[in-house]
C-alpha cells in the first residue's frame, strides 16, 4: 500500500498528465484544420518539450526506462510504405505521444489501486519484435536490445556493437527464412542452405530480395566482421578497436532494418 505521500504524488502526476493529454487533443484538433501556422507549430513544439520533460521525471532521468523509450520510439515512426519521419503528418506525432501519456497514466493508476511502487519500473517494455516470425526468436532478441542499449550507456562500446549485430543478423535470417530459399534463389542467392551464408550475405541477399532497403550500407567495417570477434579472446581484442561511433552506427543500422522488416511500427 502507498502512504499519503506517495499518493500526493500519484495524484499531482496524474493531474498534469490529463493536462498533457487534454493540451495534446486540443492541438491535434487545430492542426488537422491549418497545420502550416507558425503559432500552432510552436506551441506543438513546447507541447512536446513538456512531454519529454515529465516523462523524463517519471523515468527518473533513465533512457533506458520503459517509458523513455516509448516516448523515444515516438518519433521513429515511418509510414506504411517505409518512408522517414518527414513523411509523418504533425496529428501522427502527436496521436503516438497522447498513447505513451496515456499509457503511463494508466500505470500509474494502477499503483493508485493498490499495486507496489516497484511496479512502476518493472513495467513491460513496448514489444518492438512482434515483426519476428520465429515466436521462440523474439523474447530472445528483445533482451538482447535492452542488453545492447545498457552496454551502450556503460561505455562497453565492443559489447553494444557485437550485441546489435547479433540482433540484426538473427531478424535478418528470420525474415530470409520466412520468405523462403526458392524465392531467394530467384532473387540471385546463393543456392546453399541460409544457415551456411555469413552475414555479409544474408545482408545482401534480404537487400536484393526487398525484404530491407539500403541501410546497412552504413555498418562500419568492424561490425561487419563482428563474428570473428564473438569469442571472449577475439573479444578483448576487439575492446580496443571499437569506438563509441561504430557502436551507435551499427545501433542506428539495427533501428532502420527493424523499421523495414515492419514498416508501420
Not at 501556422?37 to 523524463?56: F, K, Q
Not at 493508485?112 to 530472445?140: K, Q
Not at 556503460?154 to 549485430?165: E, K, V
Request: glycine share 6%; proline share 3%; net charge negative.
Amino acid at each position: 500500500m502507498m502512504d499519503e505521500s506517495q499518493r500526493s504524488q500519484v495524484d499531482t502526476y496524474l493531474t498534469h498528465l490529463n493536462g498533457l493529454m487534454r493540451r495534446g487533443r486540443e492541438l491535434e484538433e487545430t492542426l488537422a484544420s491549418d497545420s502550416s501556422d507558425p503559432a500552432l507549430l510552436t506551441a506543438a513544439r513546447h507541447w512536446h518539450e513538456d512531454c519529454g520533460v515529465t516523462i523524463n521525471q517519471l523515468s527518473g532521468g533513465s533512457k533506458a526506462h520503459w517509458l523513455a523509450r516509448s516516448f523515444s520510439d515516438a518519433f521513429l515512426m515511418r509510414s506504411a510504405n517505409g518512408q522517414a519521419l518527414e513523411g509523418a503528418t504533425h496529428s501522427e506525432i502527436i496521436q503516438r505521444l497522447l498513447s505513451v501519456l496515456q499509457q503511463a497514466g494508466s500505470t500509474l493508476s494502477q499503483m493508485e489501486e493498490g499495486a507496489a511502487i516497484s511496479a512502476w519500473s518493472e513495467a513491460p517494455a513496448p514489444r518492438r519484435f512482434e515483426f519476428v516470425h520465429n515466436p521462440e526468436l523474439r523474447p530472445v532478441v528483445e533482451r538482447a536490445f535492452t542488453d545492447s542499449r545498457r552496454a551502450l550507456e556503460q561505455a562497453d562500446y565492443s559489447l553494444a556493437l557485437l550485441t546489435s549485430c547479433g540482433i540484426l543478423e538473427a531478424i535478418v535470417t528470420d525474415a530470409l527464412e520466412h520468405k523462403g530459399l526458392t524465392a531467394l534463389i530467384e532473387s540471385g542467392a546463393p543456392a546453399e542452405k541460409i544457415s551456411n551464408w555469413s552475414f555479409e550475405t544474408r545482408l545482401t541477399v534480404a537487400e536484393q530480395a526487398g525484404l530491407i532497403r539500403g541501410g546497412c550500407a552504413r555498418l562500419p567495417a568492424v561490425a561487419r566482421t563482428y563474428r570473428e570477434h564473438s569469442e571472449s579472446a577475439a573479444g578483448r581484442e576487439m575492446d580496443a578497436t571499437v569506438t563509441e561511433s561504430d557502436a551507435r552506427k551499427a545501433g542506428q543500422v539495427l533501428h532502420v532494418v527493424m523499421r523495414d522488416l515492419d514498416p508501420g511500427r
